[in-house]
């Protein structure tokens, strides 16, 4: 894979995350159309130059992109790629690396909202294993000379109706859209990313008011330490909370909410 801005990516990312929590089975959507704006500036020299030049204003290039997708892409694709432009690229290339990585990210996202994202990342596996063999099926599927729509039939004889929707089409999309890329190591890839994805923590955090950035940080810290592990905070404002937080990853739920310690009071009294 090409590299890309690591910090411009890292924070597209973070500002993705919540969008595709609150997305669910809609990021699957999200994903393909982020897929057709990767199609869109490979094969746009002058848009992709446009957009990756850092000499040019932030804004600027956030308005190009907004003339290119309204009306044609949700407005949170728009409001993403946007933000992409905006930031800085040591290559323009950059840029539509961190746009497809994003896509990935959004296909999986999906395939996590069913609880299907290990499925997807066994299933990656395991196909990559199965072409070991065969090594005509794998120069087909990586063969830029080859029809497209040839390469799509054979994936679809290998693959369809025996894997899970997101899988069938990330493997689609690793045949059809190449990038410069061979078949079988973009699935590498696409496994890699759901790896990635399944080993990072969730924290859903309820508080009463808004929390700080600092905050925010603080409490990302004392998570990772408890855990061993990054932890991705999902924070919410409920002013029912009239004090504390309630925190949940996974099963575990340390609730130091006033309310919750009323209610403990209750319980106790009723005793």
């Known amino acids: 894979m090409r590299g890309t801005s690591g910090a411009s990516l890292a924070a597209a990312q973070e500002r993705f995350e919540p969008v595709l929590r609150s997305a669910a ?6 994903g393909e159309q982020l897929f057709a704006v990767v199609t869109a500036l490979d094969g746009s020299a002058a848009l992709r130059r446009s957009l990756g ?8 290039k956030a308005r190009v992109v907004s003339a290119v997708l309204a009306g044609g892409f949700d407005e949170r694709v728009v409001d993403l790629v946007s933000g992409l432009a905006r930031s800085r690229w040591s290559h323009d290339a950059d840029l539509v690396d961190a746009v497809e990585r ?5 296909l999986l996202a999906g395939a996590e909202s069913r609880g299907a994202l290990e499925t997807v990342e066994d299933e990656l596996f395991h196909l990559t294993r199965a072409l070991v063999g065969q090594r005509d099926a794998r120069q087909i599927l990586s063969d830029e000379t080859t029809d497209p729509a040839r390469r799509t039939a054979l994936v679809d004889a290998l693959v369809e109706g025996k894997v899970d929707e997101v899988t069938l089409a990330l493997v689609r999309r690793a045949t059809t859209t190449l990038r410069g890329r061979r078949f079988v190591p973009t699935l590498t890839w696409y ?5 990635e994805r399944r080993r990072r923590l969730v924290a859903t955090v309820t508080s009463g008011s808004v929390l700080t950035v600092a905050q925010e940080q603080r409490l990302g810290e004392i998570l990772e330490r408890a855990y061993g592990r990054p932890v991705q905070l999902n924070v919410t404002v ?6 504390g937080l309630r925190i949940q990853v996974g099963a ?16 106790r009294l009723a005793g």
């Open 191 to 195: 496994g890699d990313v759901a790896a």
């Open 252 to 267: 575990d739920v340390v609730d130091s909410t006033v309310l919750s310690r009323l209610a403990d009071a209750r319980r």
């Open 238 to 243: 409920d002013p029912a909370v009239v004090g």
């Open 53 to 60: 030049d850092p000499s040019r204003n932030g804004e600027d």
């Open 25 to 30: 089975g809609e990021s699957v959507t999200l």
């Open 102 to 106: 994003l896509g990935v990210d959004a």
